[in-house]
């Protein structure tokens, strides 16, 4: 079903050449006032700069009031949506009026759309948000969003290899299409809303990127290209129609990150990755880990990962509020309408997780997760060894007798048992990095993975543990080594 403006699909948005000099200056200002993610942590300080960002104004305007910062007046009219005179900001080029960043009214200014630094040396141009000191108003249809939680998720997951081309579908304010632009060479960013394209267009003149900005549904507008990298934090709430573009995609249930992640692997180069952020509906009577990974392109391993679960009810409240619409006059209409679409999939409760694809054209390998604790950050880089690690147990094609394996610097091992008893009830093996997975192991698997250290063949070590323990080593290798191969592709041992 496709959406939007079939005439759109994949044509270019571009500045025209005034709208790019206007950029330059406000740029150029920016840079002067040190309006800039340093310059700005900097003058909030963290106890101010938490304040702001749970959305309490005051802490922040307190900093600005007490700061000589030359950013302090920029920061109050974008950040604090503060209504200034225009000689509290008077850096800021006539050009920001033009372009629509501020309205100008007499000598007073305040702020049209939310430019913001981010990272290292960007600034990310989106709408105004909701909810600044709980002045709650329901966001437009054609919401723009900005930099928020589930941007930054996904921002540290992606895989960061240097690479030629790379794709952003769903850029909105174009933040993963600026990070894009740091490892890949050429960088497309689409998006179904050509209004959001306008403003990743200003965010990445700002930030002096370079973008290939494209509008249109789903993969439309890069038909028939393929790409090194796809990342996507697409619109995955689930049961809302499509009420907000920035939030819902309009499909059934779960559909459009199920089409999502079965389209992806037309459009990647051999070896590529896709890597998106989605919901998915947990169906009564169905494991939702089945249900996921029958999802799963065949020609890519893959990896899920929930890593929360919502029930319904939650699920329904955490997005209206996340709009603005539990300001809205028919909030209760709007809370049961969504409900009862929830209990029409079947629904008992929604996942929250991430699904990285990596093209191979062999026979994949499939994983899927439930990871609700706290793991290390970036996970990018991880997770680019993890895939590594699993390319290379397909080339073994099964026996690892062979291979010398060398046990992870992070590796602790936890027994657990009645205290004062002799012997443990489960052993457990952890690794502190990366996804920090935990498996439980039995006492033979356990001091083979000791044993490893890099220079001795896993079939040498096999028949040493065997002899130790009286047992049968072809027995012990049936047994241990499909459990080892486990142990590689989470990382806990490597070739
Ligand atoms: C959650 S926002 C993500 C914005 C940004 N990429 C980020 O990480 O913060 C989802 C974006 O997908 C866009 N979108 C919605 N439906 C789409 C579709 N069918 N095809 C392409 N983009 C779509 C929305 O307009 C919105 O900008």
Redesign the pocket.
Known sequence: M???DRQDVGVPRRLDPQQTRDLAGVRAAFRAADYTADGVAELLGPVAGAALARNETVPARRACRASAHPAAGLVRLFLLQDTLTIHDVPMLPAAATRLGLIVRDGDEVRARLDVRPHDEDFWVVSDLGSGLDGRVHPVAA?H?????G??VS??ELTVRQPVATAL??????????LHLSRHAQQVV?????PR?LDLAAYGAALSGVDLDLRA???F??VAGEQFDLI??????AIGAG?AR??????LPADD?CRRLVGDAPAFLNPGGYCQL?ANWVHRRGQDWRDRVGSWLPAGCDALVVQREVLDPAAYVSLWLHDSGEVAAPDYLQRYERWLEELAAQDAEAIGFGWITLRRVDAEAFHRVLDRPHPMEHPLGPHLAEEFARTAWLRAQQGDLRGARLRVAGDVTQESIGEPGAEDPTRLLLRRADGLRPVRAVDTATAALVGACDGTVPVGVLLNAVATLLETEPAALAAEVLPVLAELVTEGFLSP
């Not at 960013?189 to 809303?193: I, P």
């Open positions: 496709p959406r939007g054609d723009v969003l900005g930099v928020g589930a941007s996904l921002a952003d579908l769903g850029t909105g304010c174009g933040v993963q299409a960013a689409t998006d179904l809303l959001a249109g549904d789903m439309a507008p990342v996507s934090n697409p619109p995955f499509s573009t920035y939030r819902d995609g309009g459009l952020l």
